[in-house]
């Protein structure tokens, strides 16, 4: 599939904000603690998403160890809740055990951003990642935000789709 640019609306999600490795301890943790509350809330939530970045400029991100990658893990919900309504979703699942009290409300604007859908295992995105940047390039772009992936598909799927997005602006 080809690159396309696309413009983004502001989105509310619930959001868990950490580090670490995908699929890791405290990504997997973060990820139960945004389901259960979720859960709670009773609204439907659109697929898991992800926004990524790393603190070391002086490496490429892909090379910087994927224990120091940070991370907002997130779950669009199809308006802003009711005040008082994560508090008490929260409230209500305490005892999961699940970091529910990481979970909060976020609502961002991405703009104007480059994407593509990438099928087949993560491992293989670098591939992908390259051809967004070639054609960022090629359309006098530069990234002005943080890499964004919606995953399509279960992390557990031997088939995955991830759609790749990078908010950008002019070079």
Known sequence: ?????VTHDTVTCLNVTGQGEPGGTEHVTAIRALYT???ALGAPVGPLEGRWWVEDATLPPLEV????????????LPAVPEAGALERAQ??????????????VVTF??????ELLHEGPYSEEPASLKVMAD????NGLRPSGLHHEVYLTAPDDP????LLRQPVQAA
């Open 1 to 5: 599939m080809n690159p396309t640019i």
């Open 37 to 39: 509350v979720a859960g």
């Open 65 to 76: 160890p994927r224990e120091q990658w940070r991370w907002h893990l997130l779950l669009p």
């Open 91 to 104: 409230q209500a699942v305490q005892g999961s055990g699940a970091p529910v009290q990481r979970v909060q």
């Open 109 to 114: 604007t991405e703009g104007r951003c480059v």
């Open 135 to 138: 054609f960022m390039t090629e």
């Open 159 to 162: 088939d995955p789709r991830t």
